[in-house]
């Protein structure tokens, strides 16, 4: 396990062009090393700022689009054109942008791809487990006002999913409800785990996840890279620390 690292930025948007900054840094150095990167993107607020910025900053980077993997830690069990999508988000802010190719990019099931939520959680295991273990190089991960991660929500069975790299959530208590998500035994395979933060709503689940809360209170608090673990917060999710 690795100690945590925090980087306070002065608002959202200098958090989304330092992270932006750093994960394209990092690719780009993973592909010069001869390593294909397998990089874990999250949904939300922040996380949507910082793929528009990486795909403001793609040209300079030197990054090869055609030789990074993108994986998910959730998705919303909904419609494939659905706005709810986390991978729909992705794809029009970064991903279709870049041009990376639809191979590599490894969605979860839409409806239109799984008759049951069970089902798209059970062909995301299989998915992962024909690519290896699992383990990330970079997993993103937004927290959320509950300190909730992924779809890992306070207080839900999942939290104690054994045995299982996803598993099927109903009855979120952030809308849409079907979600399928990644467990804390996958989670805590990557390399470099990076918490995306920002605003004065998610200060006191912030402050619970560093201040060694209780996974099942705060989920945020049960995840760390093998090698690194940062937290990129701004002023206003830094305010309780
Ligand atoms: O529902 C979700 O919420 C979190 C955080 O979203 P935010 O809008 O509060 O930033 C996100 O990380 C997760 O992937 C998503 O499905």
Not at 3 to 9: L, P
Not at 88 to 116: E, I, N, Y
Not at 218 to 230: H, I, K, R, S, W
Request: hydrophobic share 45%.
């Amino acid at each position: 396990m690795s100690d945590a690292r925090i980087e306070v930025h002065e608002d959202a948007a200098d958090l989304a062009t330092a992270v932006a900054g750093e994960l394209l840094n990092r690719i780009a150095d993973a592909q010069a090393a001869g390593h294909v990167p397998h990089i874990g993107l999250t949904g939300g607020t922040i996380a949507d700022a910082i793929h528009r910025e990486v795909a403001r900053l793609a040209p300079e980077s030197g990054v090869d689009w055609g030789a990074v993997d993108f994986w998910f830690g959730d998705e919303r069990f909904v419609a494939p054109d659905s706005p709810d999508r986390n991978a729909g988000q992705a794809k029009a802010a970064f991903l279709d942008v870049v041009g990376v190719p639809d191979h590599r990019v490894h969605q979860m099931a839409s409806t239109a791809d799984a008759a049951s939520v069970d089902e798209g959680a059970a062909a995301y295991e299989a998915e992962v487990k024909a690519h290896g273990s699992g383990q990330f190089d970079i997993l993103m991960l937004g927290v959320g006002p509950d300190g909730h991660i992924a779809s890992l929500f306070p207080g839900f069975p999942q939290l104690d999913a054994q045995d299982r790299i996803a598993v099927a959530v109903t009855g979120s208590p952030k809308p849409p409800p079907e979600r399928i998500s990644l467990t804390f035994e996958a989670l805590r395979r990557s390399t470099s785990v990076w918490f995306l933060v920002s605003g004065d709503g998610k200060a006191e689940a912030v402050a619970k996840a560093l201040g060694g809360a209780d996974l099942h209170d705060t989920p945020a608090a049960g995840v760390e890279g093998t090698d690194e673990t940062v937290w990129f917060l701004d002023r206003g999710s830094a305010s309780q620390l």
